[in-house]
């Protein structure tokens, strides 16, 4: 039997709108983008970052890390690991499944990068990623965390930043008791053939709609398999984040 080959890729731009240059941010005492790889690795053998910008290049190369320039053009993660996948392919590297790793969890558990890998043992699997059990109200209003409601075999059929499902004749503040709601960790697995299928599709209503690119894959017919994580991280998406993990005050 053959035996699957993983491999990590950690896209990470310099220009973000919200909070430029933060792969390179310190977080007691290391980048952001070393803590990330330095968690990916204890899950993965075979971890890089997929980057736009020679000072995040250079940073990686620093602490033994490796790096693949892509374009600066890419619209997300997603496009990113894609091409970064194509030149590892068109340098003899051939592996099965792609982890795309968010750069801005620093503190990712190694045991969500396995529970994702795992779902690649089935042959059927295409596309995986991770849900989590929603745990106070406020998360199931907030537009900010994706909800996802998926069939029994626990494949995606609805993305939304809305609260999905709607709970009909129950006051909001019922709905926490009245029905399970999971919101999506944004770490993906593909096969390594997917990944390049799907970058190639064109945007999608629902996608456009939500700002949620995984509708896109599933308006176009590619299953998305979930895996449950009863484990939280903790993201850096803004300045203000970043003040909280390294303990200072505003």
């Known amino acids: ?17 919200r909070f430029p240059g933060k792969p390179l941010v310190e977080i007691k005492g290391k980048p952001m983008i070393q803590r990330t790889w330095e968690q990916a690795k204890k899950a993965l053998e075979h971890v890089l970052v997929a980057t736009d910008d020679d000072r995040i290049r250079q940073a990686v190369e620093s602490f033994g890390g490796k790096a693949v320039m892509t374009s600066a053009d890419h619209c997300s993660g997603t496009d990113r690991c894609a091409e970064a996948s194509s030149i ?23 045991d969500q990068i396995t529970l994702l ?29 994706p909800k996802v409601i998926f069939n029994k075999n626990h494949f995606a059929i609805y993305f939304s930043r809305s609260p999905i499902p709607y709970i009909r004749g129950k006051d909001h503040g019922e709905w926490l008791n009245s029905h399970k709601f999971f ?32 509708n896109r894959w599933l308006e176009n017919g590619y299953p998305i398999k979930l895996k449950k994580t009863t484990l939280k991280t903790e993201g850096v998406d803004t300045p203000e984040d970043l003040e909280r993990l390294n303990g200072k005050s505003r």
């Open 1 to 17: 039997m053959k035996t699957m080959k993983y491999i990590g890729i950690i896209p990470a731009r310099y220009g973000s709108t």
């Open 88 to 110: 590892l392919s068109s340098s003899g590297y051939e592996h099965d499944v792609v982890i795309n790793i968010q750069g801005d969890e620093p503190f990712i558990h190694p």
């Open 117 to 145: 890998a795992g779902c690649f043992e089935d042959a059927g699997v295409e596309i995986a990623t991770l849900v989590k059990e929603i745990e106070t109200e406020e998360d199931i209003f907030n537009p900010n965390l």
């Open 183 to 214: 919101r999506h960790i944004g770490m993906y697995g593909y096969r390594s053939g997917t990944l390049q299928q799907i970058t190639k599709l064109g945007p999608s209503s629902l996608e456009q709609a939500e700002m949620l690119e995984q």
